[in-house]
C-alpha cells in the first residue's frame, strides 16, 4: 500500500465506526482502516483512525486530538513510530483551510474543495498527490459512505506515501466529525 502509485479509498461502514478498504484501482485489498474511539472520545466528539496493511499489521496512525479552538490531525508511522503530518485548521468564512506540515516536503498547501473531497496536495506550487471523490451509488451515498481516489507523483517514498494517505484519512475524519455536528 505504501509502494502504490494510486490507490482507491472505500468507505465499507459508515454507521458507528467507520471502516475502509484500501485497494489497488483493480480492486486487490492492499490494507484496511477503522475508527478508533475511547471511551473519553464519545463526550469530546473526537476519534482517529488506525490503517493495517493486507496481513492485518498496524501500519499507520491518525490522531484527531481535543481541540478548543482549531483543529488539529496528526499523522503517525507505527513502526519506526515518527510524526509524518500535522494538519491544523485555520480560519476560513468559507469552507475548511488547513495548515499543513509534512516531512520532508517544504510548504505544503492544499488546493481544491477539501469538503468535496477533490484536492491536490502541492508542495512549493509543485502537486504530489490528488485525491478525487468517485461516485459509488445512490445507497453508498445515502448512508454516508465514501469513496475516494488516491494519486500519488512519482518519486515518492513510503514515508511519504504514508503521509499523503493519512491526511487523505484525516481530511474525511473532519469532513464526519463536521457532518455529525451539522445534523
Do not use: C
Not at 474511539?37 to 491518525?62: T, W
Not at 485555520?90 to 477533490?118: C, H, M, T, Y
Not at 454516508?144 to 474525511?172: C, F, S, W
Request: no cysteine; charged share 25%; glycine share 8%.
Amino acid at each position: 500500500m505504501l509502494k502504490e502509485q494510486e490507490i482507491v479509498v472505500k468507505q465499507t461502514k459508515a454507521v458507528g465506526r467507520d471502516e475502509f478498504a484500501i485497494e489497488t484501482p483493480t480492486g486487490e485489498l492492499l490494507g484496511t482502516a477503522r475508527q478508533t474511539r475511547k471511551m473519553g472520545d464519545i463526550v469530546k466528539a473526537s476519534r482517529g483512525v488506525e490503517v493495517f496493511d493486507a496481513a492485518g499489521a498496524h501500519v499507520l496512525s491518525i490522531e484527531d486530538p481535543f481541540d478548543l479552538i482549531r483543529d488539529t490531525y496528526a499523522v503517525h508511522l507505527v513502526n519506526p513510530p515518527m510524526e509524518l503530518a500535522r494538519l491544523t485548521q485555520r480560519f476560513a468564512w468559507i469552507g475548511s483551510k488547513f495548515d499543513v506540515v509534512v516531512a520532508g516536503f517544504p510548504e505544503v498547501q492544499i488546493e481544491g474543495k477539501v469538503f468535496q473531497l477533490n484536492y491536490t496536495l502541492t508542495s512549493q506550487g509543485r502537486p504530489i498527490a490528488s485525491v478525487d471523490a468517485e461516485f459509488s451509488g445512490v445507497g453508498r451515498a445515502v448512508m454516508g459512505k465514501t469513496n475516494y481516489r488516491v494519486r500519488m507523483q512519482p518519486g515518492l517514498d513510503e514515508r511519504q506515501h504514508a503521509a499523503v494517505i493519512g491526511i487523505a484519512l484525516a481530511i474525511d475524519v473532519r469532513r464526519a466529525k463536521m457532518r455529525r455536528r451539522s445534523g
